[in-house]
């Protein structure tokens, strides 16, 4: 019943979109100016919010629900369910959404799932470039990494900045997370030397996601230090998204390795105005005090200006930055004169909390007075003595 349905629905889904659709977006020569805007990760990023199409997706959808769950042979009637209709209808807004319910379709036995695919994106026009096809993308590498190959080989030089970031976190993935994706290290050592930034800033977000699996902190470290030792601002940034994707940090040698260059990382690291790495640090001291002690005072020199404005809400982060000094001053030896450093910088620019931790600390060391003796007057001593 529902095949015969498919049958008499036209192609108009009902939907008006935006010219200015994310999916259609394409940089071209403003690509220097798009670049410097700091996009988030496509992979591990939120997904944005999107409206259903009408027309044959509600059908579409019931027969993928359904065969999807009668194994090999529902899927395989599927794949020719959908591959007959796309011979009738190439609308690019339903089978995006189709796409999302493909993540799992290979299996064991691929074939099936990846000839759809790979004549889905050859006739729709943009379907590829979609978030949809790149989050299938990503499921889709563990059952038919050849299939992920194929369809991002052009990504690295494409026009979009959306679909080269998404190469470079693909890439990054696979080369990192899966051993049967042989090609993936080659492909991501060209995309490193290539040093597109965009590129790289994928692959940085790649990076920071995966370095909270244990499996792959190694690795993603070794990822990360390389892209900070000459990291542009953008880049860096998202190097750092690290401490939003990690929620607690070991002291381990992966992570120390992280902060080192970090600290040394020529980018401008204060155009981040997260708080999770003021959290790290804290949490990471007394271990790797030396990067971190480094890493607050370029924090507090690029923020002197927010860290006094309750405005800005980067003020709130001004007691956390003074616990960190007092920690860094209590550990002694190297560490105290850069804690000392880092407390004047935040005293020099009035920062949030800053002057009135100083005045409780000196209330601390102030010494108590004695109680003085009560003075007798003179004309009572004189009458004292008479008696």
């Known amino acids: 019943m529902l095949e015969r349905w498919l049958g008499t629905v036209g192609t108009d889904n009902g939907i008006i979109h935006d010219s200015r659709d994310d999916d259609d977006e394409e940089i071209g020569e403003d690509e220097s100016a798009s670049a410097k805007e700091q996009r988030g990760s496509v992979l591990w990023g939120y997904g944005g919010l999107s409206i259903l199409p009408h027309g044959a997706y509600p059908i579409l959808a019931a027969l993928t629900g359904a065969l999807l769950n009668q194994g090999f042979e529902g899927r395989d009637r599927l794949m020719v369910i959908l591959?007959?209709?796309l011979a009738r209808n190439k609308d690019r807004e339903t089978w995006q959404a189709i796409l999302r319910r493909l993540a799992h379709a290979g299996g064991n036995r691929p074939e099936p799932a990846s000839t759809f695919l790979r004549k889905a994106f050859d006739q729709v026009p943009r379907l590829?470039?979609?978030?949809?096809?790149?989050?299938?993308?990503?499921?889709?590498q563990w059952w038919d990494n050849g299939l992920v190959r194929d369809v991002t080989a052009s990504w690295r030089t494409s026009k979009s900045?959306?679909?080269?970031?998404?190469?470079?976190?693909?890439v990054a993935l696979m080369a990192l997370a899966n051993s049967e994706a042989?090609?993936?290290?080659?492909?991501?050592?060209?995309?490193?030397?290539?040093r597109d930034p965009i590129v790289r800033i994928g692959i940085a977000y790649a990076g920071a996601n995966l370095f909270s699996e244990p499996m792959h902190r190694a690795k993603a470290s070794e990822l990360l230090v390389g892209i900070a030792a000459d990291a542009t601002d953008e880049e860096i940034l998202a190097?750092?998204?690290?401490?939003r994707a990690v929620g607690e940090f070991a002291p381990d040698r992966p992570t120390l390795n992280l902060m080192r260059a970090i600290a040394a990382t020529p980018a401008d690291i204060s155009k981040d105005r997260g708080t999770f790495i003021v959290e790290a640090m804290q949490g990471l001291l007394p271990h790797a005090a030396d990067p971190i002690g480094a890493i607050a005072l370029r924090l507090a020199d690029g923020w002197k200006a927010e860290l006094t404005d309750m405005a800005s809400g980067m003020a709130m982060l001004a007691p956390e930055?003074?616990?960190?000094?007092?920690?860094?001053?209590?550990?002694?030896?190297?560490?105290?004169?850069?804690?000392i450093d880092v407390f004047e910088r935040l005293i020099e620019v009035n920062a949030y909390g800053a002057r009135e931790t100083l005045i409780?600390?000196?209330?601390?060391?102030?010494?108590p007075l004695s109680p003085l003796r009560r003075r007798i007057p003179r004309r009572a001593r004189t009458a004292r003595r008479r008696r």
């Not at 590829?128 to 889709?140: M, Y």
């Not at 090609?183 to 490193?192: G, H, M, Q, S, Y």
């Not at 190097?239 to 401490?243: A, H």
């Open 83 to 85: 591959t007959n209709h």
């Open 128 to 140: 590829v470039e979609t978030t949809d096809a790149i989050f299938l993308l990503a499921h889709a």
């Open 239 to 243: 190097v750092m998204d690290v401490f």
């Open 321 to 339: 930055l003074t616990d960190v000094a007092l920690t860094l001053h209590r550990l002694g030896g190297p560490s105290r004169r850069v804690g």
């Open 360 to 367: 409780e600390i000196d209330r601390r060391f102030e010494r």
């Open 182 to 194: 042989t090609w993936a290290p080659d492909a991501l050592a060209e995309a490193l030397a290539a």
């Open 161 to 170: 900045a959306k679909v080269r970031q998404s190469y470079g976190e693909l």
